[in-house]
């Protein structure tokens, strides 16, 4: 997998139309006939596919955390296995994710409220496993002496915030493109860890 | 102004009622009925205060962004000149914000797309001159040469994120007080400043 490539849509069109709705009104205020005309389908068309409006965010929502997590895989197997590297392609990726697909990841970080159940139980156990992956990374670092933060626990989390907080303010029209962004936050989360 | 004191309520109840149903429900899924009903009022007695359901929501999110600035202003008025002060209370100012009004945060931060027009505008504004006062004092630190980023205007824009992310993560339930938090969070984007 080429995890630094986003040339391809990721979602289908269903999901993309009901992503683009959940962008405008939340996921509460959006009626899957308000779906159905953005897809350009019946409303019994879209449940032929989906079962509910939730299904949709589960599905919008799902899509994202593996998607995420597939190229943070192929980021650290790239890096090989010094901390350092792997550190730094962590945070290229996690960048480079929440510019090019800030408004999937906005929904997905926006409306975990609005999962039900074992949706819910499901979203936050893919959550922790991405977070597990900089933490990881974190904890060699500080055990090897590489990152000298004394607090390796808020750091990972405020730098995997600084990452996710792309996805609210990034939009393509700005200066940066993700990749110039993704190199500069490199930088910084590495002043962040006491590198 | 005890720009540290977060022991009063700090919106009046309609608003507070308001709050907690876009917090559940999400803005464009809330009807003024939910929120008159969690108020103790009538339907017409809401709008004698507030309009519309639109009304509701310019207040929270006017509140919240003149309570920080508020807090923001003294913080620095206490650091007194140095920069590095005025960094350090700026940073606990903002951390203990998001920690203490997470809820509050949360809303102005992902129902901005919901304000409309005017008040959408006033609330850019209003997140312009926040912004600026940390923008300034990190540049005032790069130009005294107490900070070493290299990217001044990403690495503030990154803390800012960091500090505003704390009202995504944060429950009073966490092991950390908020001034435990803030305090770490202070050593951390210090670092993350090249300081």
């Not at 995890?3 to 959940?22: D, G, M």
């Not at 974190?138 to 989390?157: K, Q, W």
């Amino acid at each position: 997998m080429d995890w630094r490539n986003y040339s391809e849509q990721e979602l289908p069109p269903v999901l993309a139309a009901a992503l683009a709705c959940f962008v405008e009104q939340g996921y509460h205020g959006t009626t899957i006939r308000e779906v159905a005309g953005r897809a350009g389908l019946s409303v019994p068309g879209i449940y032929h596919h989906y079962s509910s409006k939730h299904a949709l965010l589960e599905g919008i929502v799902q899509r994202a955390m593996t998607d995420l997590y597939q190229r943070s895989e192929a980021a650290l197997a790239e890096a090989g296995p010094g901390v350092e590297e792997r550190f730094r392609l962590l945070i290229e990726c996690l960048v480079l994710f929440h510019a090019h697909r800030s408004e999937h990841a906005f929904i997905a970080a926006s409306e975990i409220r609005s999962l039900q159940d074992d949706a819910r139980a499901a979203h936050i156990a893919a959550r922790d496993r991405q977070q597990l992956l900089l933490t990881g990374v974190v904890n060699d670092g500080v055990s090897a002496g590489v990152f000298a933060t004394p607090y390796p626990a808020e750091s990972a989390r405020a730098v995997i915030t600084m990452c996710t907080g792309v996805a609210q303010w990034y939009r393509s029209a700005g200066e940066l493109s993700p990749e110039d962004l993704a190199a500069r936050y490199v930088v910084i989360t590495r002043a962040a860890m006491g590198s």
